[in-house]
């Protein structure tokens, strides 16, 4: 079966056996327009799915499938060449901290406007795209030099790369967030009030309250009752209805 790209006088188009290819195998879960909007992009750019140019990445976004296209930047520099206007690029320029860490990468890009060379330049940082596999281990200057130089050419090519983004780019997004750890339950309504009950019923003095929430603040460190965990305050109304216990029967064994 024949896979690679059809030449017209025009662009480069799909057949459509292709066509039902990338449906079935290459952008699978895709909807029909998302599926045209890949399409497209291919016959735009000039990029060959079927050769691993350009891939149809879909991923999760607020629970929902969402197509996102990718490729390498050896394919956005081949798209910037094919323009005819790119002129080049230096080599990335890194910025480091104090302790030498590496901080930002940027990289200049050129592009002939009106037969001039015009610079287009581009920073990455390293807080935004650093991920925890090991070509960002052993490589991270090649890596973020790859991201920087993707902003600059997508800066100086906005119509032809608009909407792709390459694989270095888009690894943070594969990288799933952290899993949101809950806190302990705050102390109910209920059971403050039950709390303050049992100390109605102890008959403490306003002295004597005051002594028992400065104590209490500082064993469970809080500054306000309502700060306590359900926990404690479980423990502290367990630890008055003994007290009331206690001062009932010593009041009939008076």
């Known amino acids: 079966m024949q896979t690679a790209l059809v030449e017209t006088n025009e662009k480069k ?17 895709a909807s029909d327009s ?16 079927f050769q691993r140019q350009i891939y149809a990445i879909m991923r999760r976004d607020n629970g929902q499938s969402k197509l996102t296209i990718q490729t390498g930047i050896d394919g956005y520099r081949l798209i910037a060449d094919r323009t005819g206007r790119y002129a080049g690029s230096d080599d990335p320029v890194f910025t480091y901290d104090d302790r030498h860490q ?25 807080a935004e795209y650093r991920q925890q596999g090991p070509m960002w281990t052993k490589m991270p200057c ?3 030099g790859k991201c920087a130089e993707a902003l600059a050419l997508r800066k100086a090519f906005p119509a032809d790369l608009s909407g792709l983004y390459t694989s270095e780019e888009m690894m943070q997004a594969d990288t799933p967030e952290p899993a949101k750890v809950a806190g302990p339950e705050l102390v109910s309504k209920k059971t403050l009030g039950a709390i303050n009950s049992l100390i109605k019923e102890l008959g403490w003095d306003a002295a004597k309250r005051n002594d028992w929430a400065v ?29 009331l ?7 009939d064994h008076a």
């Open 102 to 126: 590496l901080i930002k990468a940027t990289v200049t890009v050129y592009k002939l406007v009106g037969g001039v060379r015009c610079a287009f330049s581009a920073s990455a940082l390293m």
């Open 215 to 243: 104590q209490v603040k500082e064993r469970f460190h809080v500054s306000a009752p309502k700060e306590l965990t359900q926990a404690a305050g479980e423990q502290l109304e367990a630890e008055l209805d003994e007290l």
């Open 245 to 251: 216990l206690n001062k009932d029967q010593g009041n």
């Open 34 to 49: 998302e599926l045209a909007y890949f399409v497209g992009v291919c016959e735009r750019t000039g990029l060959d799915p």
């Open 142 to 144: 090649t890596m973020l």
């Open 13 to 29: 188009v799909f057949s459509p056996s292709q066509l039902e290819l990338i449906k079935s195998q290459i952008a699978k879960g």
